[in-house]
C-alpha cells in the first residue's frame, strides 16, 4: 500500500519561495503518477501540477505556471514542489496524490493516494 507524506509548508512572505516535498512509502514509487493538489478555506479543491511516472511529461495549473515547479527523485521515492513569487492566493493546504499509471493529469478523482496536506500560508 503506498503511503505518501508531505512537508515543507509553513508561513511565508508575498514574493517568497518554498519547497514542498511528499514522501513515498510501501511501494516503489516508478509506476506512479503524481500531483499536487490545494484547497483554501471555502474553495474547492485545485488541481496545481502533476508529473508522469518517469518525470519526463509535466502539467501546470495557469495560476502557477512560470512560478511553480514540480520534480521527482524515483530512487529516493520524493516528490518536489519549488513554489517560488508566492502570492497571498496561493495561501492553502497542498496535498500530494498518486496514480498508478503513467500520465498524470490535474483531476482529483484520478488519483488514488492521498497524504494528509501540509499549510502553506503567504502574508505579510
Known amino acids: 500500500q503506498l503511503q505518501l507524506v508531505e512537508s515543507g509548508g509553513g508561513l511565508v512572505q508575498p514574493g517568497g519561495s518554498l519547497r514542498l516535498s511528499c514522501a513515498a512509502s510501501?511501494?516503489?514509487?516508478?509506476?506512479?503518477?503524481i500531483a499536487w493538489f490545494r484547497q483554501a478555506p471555502g474553495k474547492e479543491r485545485e488541481g496545481v501540477s502533476c508529473i508522469s511516472s518517469s518525470g519526463g511529461s509535466t502539467n501546470y495549473a495557469d495560476s502557477v505556471t512560470g512560478r511553480f515547479t514540480i520534480s521527482r527523485d524515483n530512487a529516493k521515492k520524493m516528490v518536489y514542489l519549488q513554489m517560488n513569487s508566492l502570492k497571498p492566493e496561493d495561501t492553502a493546504i497542498y496535498s500530494c496524490?498518486?496514480?498508478?499509471?503513467?500520465?498524470?493529469?490535474?483531476?482529483?478523482?484520478?488519483?488514488?493516494?492521498w497524504g494528509q496536506g501540509t499549510q502553506v500560508t503567504v502574508s505579510s
Open positions: 496524490a498518486a496514480r498508478p499509471f503513467r500520465r498524470c493529469m490535474l483531476r482529483g478523482e484520478q488519483y488514488e493516494y
Open positions: 510501501g511501494a516503489t514509487l516508478d509506476y506512479y503518477a
